[in-house]
């Protein structure tokens, strides 16, 4: 039987059971691999009697090495994060990531584009701040820099976007709440910077209204990133009106979450699922310190392995194919719930 024609190096990597990082490193410079991966490689490359395009390769040579990452804030923990996951992988395959802050500023954000314009970089992954974007900045920017979009998505920029199901996130921390106490209220903030956040409301009121239940939606006051100081106020709020229609809270997200424990723990109100608890909190995104929390914060996890790996390996797919894709790829991954012991 013949072997299967390999069109790229992707497909190379993946039929060879290499990683793509890996596989690009050794194209670039063979010595920058260890002799015995080199000489695994070698040995695929005349199995599979595979080629790269070396004039695809020799054009992205044209550009710089570096990689660009902007996100909306980089003092929030779950960016931290999987940037921390996406540069070890740019630097794995050879790249120089430079990473960028908007600081959940608009113009900021312009800046930023403006200066990776001029950088040349060979591809961008970008995090946008979502609603509060300058939408026709962003589309000209990515007519000019291959660029791979994460966590937030903006219809139709960029070449592809890679991200959560927060429909998943929600599903799962409704279902759990309400088959096992109370069902929950949502607690948000009125006028949210997270780009996500408006998706998990919905997907409350529609998960929800799935389960047969009456829905309730907190909103509070409070601008900017500053979230666990604007749930800490919100919390307060309801709290001393003792407006809390139920005995179970969702927050939109961890760092509301944080700030709203605070507010309980202020006000003598015990959270938890021990005997003498007066709420349950739950929340989404895992966010680094949820579980260092007193008791620890039942949430739904981001998969960061998942979307930093597929982000990066979809950036340069996107790079060895001169820029662009024929078609704009999407592709979302489920949450995972993690029941500890606030809910």
């Known amino acids: 039987m013949s072997q299967p024609e390999i069109r790229n190096m992707e497909e190379f990597a993946a039929i060879s059971g290499i990683s793509r990082p890996t596989v690009s490193k050794y194209f670039h410079d063979p010595s920058s691999v260890r002799k015995s991966t080199r000489m695994r490689i070698e040995a695929a490359l005349e199995k599979y009697d595979y080629r790269p395009n070396i004039y695809a ?25 999987i940037v921390r996951m996406i540069e070890g992988r740019c630097i794995e395959a050879g790249f120089t990531p430079s990473l960028f802050s908007a600081h959940g500023d608009q113009a900021h ?14 591809g961008v992954l970008l995090a946008p701040l979502g609603r509060q974007s300058d939408k026709a900045a962003i589309e000209t920017f990515c007519k000019h820099v291959p660029t791979v979009l994460f966590d937030s998505n903006i219809e139709g920029m960029g070449e592809a976007f890679v991200g959560s199901d927060n429909h998943s996130f929600v599903s799962q921390t409704v279902e759990y709440l309400s088959r096992t106490g109370e069902s929950p209220c949502f607690f948000e903030m009125r006028t949210p910077a997270n780009p996500n956040a408006n998706k998990r409301r919905i997907a409350y009121l529609s998960m929800m209204e799935r389960l047969g239940l009456e829905p309730h939606v907190i909103k509070i006051d409070g601008t900017g990133w500053g979230f666990e100081e604007i749930g800490r106020q919100g919390g307060l709020k309801v709290l001393s009106e003792k407006s809390l229609p139920t005995n179970t809270v969702l927050c939109s997200n961890d760092r509301l979450a ?36 007193c008791p620890s914060l039942t949430t739904a996890a981001h998969d960061y392995n998942a979307v930093s790996d597929h982000s990066v390996e979809t950036l340069f797919r996107l790079i060895e194919s001169g820029g662009r894709f024929e078609n704009r790829a999407e592709s979302l ?11």
């Open 57 to 81: 390769m020799n054009q992205n040579r044209k550009l710089t090495k570096n990689i660009g990452i902007v996100v909306p804030y980089l003092a929030d923990p779950f960016f931290g994060e």
């Open 109 to 122: 954000e312009n800046d930023i584009l403006d200066s990776l314009r001029s950088m040349k970089p060979a």
């Open 258 to 293: 944080i700030g709203f424990l605070a507010a309980c723990y202020e006000s003598g109100v015990r959270v938890g699922r021990a005997p003498g608890c007066e709420l349950r909190v739950a929340s989404h995104d895992d966010h680094p310190f949820s579980r260092f929390t």
């Open 333 to 343: 991954f489920p949450a995972r719930l993690i029941m500890r012991e606030f809910a």
